[in-house]
């Protein structure tokens, strides 16, 4: 949040943070943004979010906003642009930290790795249903569209 913060003065653009705590607290969270006339929205990713991510996503649309998220799952969701480290590959690196300790290397010989390979996502259905064009240099930039 503090580098969302930091870019958003930066740009010279409103942050309106909302945090919930409880899915009970969705339908207010969504009218504070319609009151503020927020024009978009960023969902931080964590597993309280992830476990109600449809029911985020469809609240977003029903309220016409478009909507950035940390994963691309979230692109596959509904959400209009995602931008996060690809699981796949994080799976994968996974696997190979298994295979060395099942050889014997002790986990705590091995590196703490950041995720190296992110991805973007486009959902071309959400922009339709909001009335957006996604520019075309914009798309070429995409890893996946979504059509």
Request: proline content about 6%.
């Amino acid at each position: 949040m503090k580098e969302t913060q930091a870019a958003a003065r930066t740009l010279k653009i409103q942050v309106q943070p909302l945090q919930v705590k409880d899915p009970s607290q969705f339908s207010g969270a969504y009218a504070a943004m319609k009151k503020e006339r927020a024009a978009a929205l960023i969902i931080f990713t964590g597993s309280f979010t992830g476990f109600h991510r449809q029911q985020l996503v469809e609240l977003a649309a029903k309220n016409r906003l478009p909507t950035m998220c940390g994963q691309p799952a979230w692109s596959d969701a509904g959400c209009l642009i995602s931008y996060g480290h690809d699981r796949r590959h994080q799976w994968r690196r996974a696997a190979v930290f298994v295979d060395k300790i099942l050889k014997g290397t002790k986990p705590a010989d091995i590196p703490v790795e950041q995720p190296m390979k992110f991805e973007f996502v486009i959902n071309l259905k959400t922009a339709k249903e909001l009335g957006l064009t996604i520019p075309p240099n914009v798309l070429v930039r995409a890893d996946r569209v979504i059509r």
